[in-house]
């Protein structure tokens, strides 16, 4: 439970830090933020709104209900953060450690790069570039010991996860050079395009590395 915890609480903070929302609203946007595959019910919701509350992060007040809306005419709770909520947040948008770099938080803390200073951001981006690296490494391990056990599905979901990796660490490398304000420098024109190294074999392929080069 903690560890949806980690996740939701500042995902939850950090949309309220943009505007006040009600429950409804703010469940929308978390699902966005965490997406379909972490769908969030209001079972994990409203307790998490309730802990917030009880430390003092958020607070919720009751809204008049909309006369020409459908359904329930009750009254909705709209939560904004607070002062030490705010403070809080900070907190943890300015932690950078092994955490951040994992599956479950990377997401969030991306969606509110935005309100994270550059220094971290980029301390985050190349921290989960590594991360990905020695997973890519470990899957090429795992491949080259049991290629001859496998049946062709799992060699092909060994393949996919490959092949996502591979892309995240590309865009991670455009991400970290944008924020060290690094534009890439494009090769010559030649009439060739750059590809990525393939086997003719079928043989899962390191990815690509590019390195900038000087004209002569």
Not at 29 to 47: D, E, K, M
Not at 112 to 131: C, K, N, P, S, Y
Not at 153 to 178: F, K, S
Request: hydrophobic residues 35%; charged residues 30%.
């Amino acid at each position: 439970m903690r560890g949806r915890s980690d996740v939701l609480e500042p995902a939850i903070l950090g949309l309220l830090h943009e505007s006040p929302m009600h429950g409804y609203e703010l469940r929308k946007r978390l699902n966005l933020v965490l997406g379909s595959f972490r769908a969030l019910s209001y079972g994990s919701l409203y307790p998490c709104l309730k802990s917030l509350a009880e430390r003092g992060w958020i607070v919720g007040t009751e809204s008049p209900a909309d006369p020409h809306a459908v359904g329930s005419k009750r009254a909705r709770i709209v939560y904004q953060i607070t002062a030490d909520g705010k403070e809080h947040l900070q907190s943890v948008l300015a932690s950078s450690g092994p955490a951040a770099w994992e599956d479950e938080n990377f997401d969030v803390r991306f969606a509110f790069f935005a309100q994270t200073d550059a220094e971290t951001r980029l301390r985050i981006l190349e921290g989960r570039r590594t991360r990905l690296t020695e997973r890519l490494e470990t899957i090429r391990m795992s491949v080259a010991r049991t290629r001859e056990r496998m049946d062709e599905y799992t060699l092909e979901l060994q393949r996919h996860g490959l092949e996502q990796a591979e892309r995240e660490v590309r865009w991670l490398d455009g991400l970290i050079d944008n924020e060290r304000g690094v534009r890439r420098a494009r090769p010559a024109s030649t009439g060739h395009r750059t590809v990525a190294a393939s086997t003719a074999d079928g043989d899962l392929a390191a990815p690509a590395r590019t390195t900038e080069k000087e004209r002569g």
